[in-house]
């Protein structure tokens, strides 16, 4: 073998062994983004849970309580999750989180949105989202499959175990 030979295999194989460099540190990138959307939207998603009224997220996750009355901390507190929803929705729709990420927020939001007390709210909410018509058409075609925890009469455990305990712990 020449040299020029030699040295040309080893410019193609530090080429390809930097390019499997940049790729894996990309796709590290990538994963500790979605993580840190993670943890931020999961925060938000708690500050919320403080916020919302506890009989009211009750009712909500159990079709077999009664509805609260209507009123404007209610309302606000739907409004702040659905604007949550619209905006992991957003960067779903935009391709920035990962689909797992996705699949995992959808069960959530899905879970909470077709709620009886969101079904409710969701009525008037539904003007100041106007402008986002792609949401709307999401957030409507959820109400429309609701979840069974409403059909079947019967609660289904959600699978934010444990949030009336979180819930009632409002000294956070």
Known sequence: MSSNLLVQLGTVGTLILGSAGIWVA???????LNAQMFIEFSKRFQDLLHLFPTEAWIANLNPSKPLPPRSQELTDCTLYCIQLAADV??????GYISKGLWTL???????????PVFQREWEDAAADFAHIPDF???I???M???????TSGVSVASPLAGVPE???????
Do not use: K, M
């Not at 990309?26 to 994963?31: D, F, G, H, I």
């Not at 929705?89 to 935009?94: P, R």
């Not at 927020?105 to 709620?115: D, L, N, S």
């Open 26 to 32: 990309l796709l590290n990138q990538r994963r500790q």
């Open 89 to 94: 929705f957003h960067l779903h729709q935009g």
């Open 105 to 115: 927020w959808e069960r959530e939001i899905r879970h909470a949105i077709t709620g």
């Open 136 to 138: 709307v058409q999401y």
């Open 140 to 142: 409507n075609t959820l």
């Open 144 to 150: 429309l499959r609701r979840s069974p925890h409403q």
């Open 166 to 172: 979180i819930i009632n712990d409002r000294s956070t």
